[in-house]
């Protein structure tokens, strides 16, 4: 996998970022460059981007909604729009629906607490870059970690976005309260997903399961291979 070029952005208030960077180095060989918030540029030539979980900003205003106006936040939008892979786990999906590259917006949980423990997942699309390592329906468990997880959009987006097979995962029961227990969803182009759990925390044995490393697999063999 030798050139693979990755970044995972760093936001004042991230907490994951150096899980998604050790993930994206065990899977692909490469180490990520690690790229601020408060950079105007991303490098150069990038096959993948990373938007990792945390709580960006303290959560103020709402969850995602500070950093999605950060400066490197500009060049992310180019470079999806361009068709460079992203993903955004957590407070990156949070991030990445406030910026308007995913539709919909996550809202408080609707239990009011905080959930953190495994989930099992269902796999809904195993056709896309991030899941086509899955099998369609196949259930695999991934930790969560959120108060802000609840995914909410009208009814004619939501009928879209499952029409057209962007519903990435859903859960295999209520953890949030997200309509129709979605858990991760796909933009039209298909190179950019937002998700709640949390792969990067399930790529190897030693972290209670390796899940997640099918995600990140996926991505790599995808890009490489084209």
């Not at 990373?50 to 490197?72: E, K, M, N, Q, W």
């Not at 407070?91 to 308007?100: A, D, H, I, P, W």
């Not at 997903?193 to 991505?219: K, T, W």
Request: glycine residues 12%.
């Amino acid at each position: 996998m030798s050139g693979f070029r990755s970044a995972v952005i760093t936001f004042p208030g991230s907490n994951c970022d150096r899980d998604m960077a050790d993930a994206l180095e065990k899977v692909s060989g490469n180490q990520p460059f690690r790229v601020w918030h408060g950079d105007a540029e991303l490098p150069e030539r990038l096959d993948f981007i990373a938007l990792p979980g945390g709580f960006s900003y303290g959560d103020y205003l709402r969850c995602g909604a500070i950093a999605s106006r950060s400066p490197i936040m500009r060049a992310i939008v180019e470079a999806a729009g361009r068709g460079v892979p992203v993903l955004g786990v957590c407070n990156g999906f949070q991030v990445l629906t406030e910026s308007g590259l995913l539709p919909g917006a996550l809202l408080r949980n609707s239990g009011i607490r905080f959930v953190c423990r495994e989930v099992p997942l269902a796999v809904a699309n195993s056709q896309s870059l991030f899941t086509s390592g899955y099998e369609a329906g196949q259930v695999v468990t991934m930790p969560v970690a959120h108060h802000d997880g609840n995914y909410f959009a009208d009814d004619a987006t939501l009928d879209r976005i499952e029409g057209e097979g962007r519903v990435a995962f859903h859960y295999a029961d209520d953890v949030n309260g997200s309509v129709r227990n979605i858990a991760g969803i796909l933009n039209e182009a298909g190179n950019v997903l937002g998700m709640m759990p949390h792969p990067e925390r399930a790529i190897e044995p030693e972290q209670g399961g390796s899940d997640g490393r099918v995600l990140f697999e996926s991505a790599v063999k995808g890009l490489v291979d084209a």
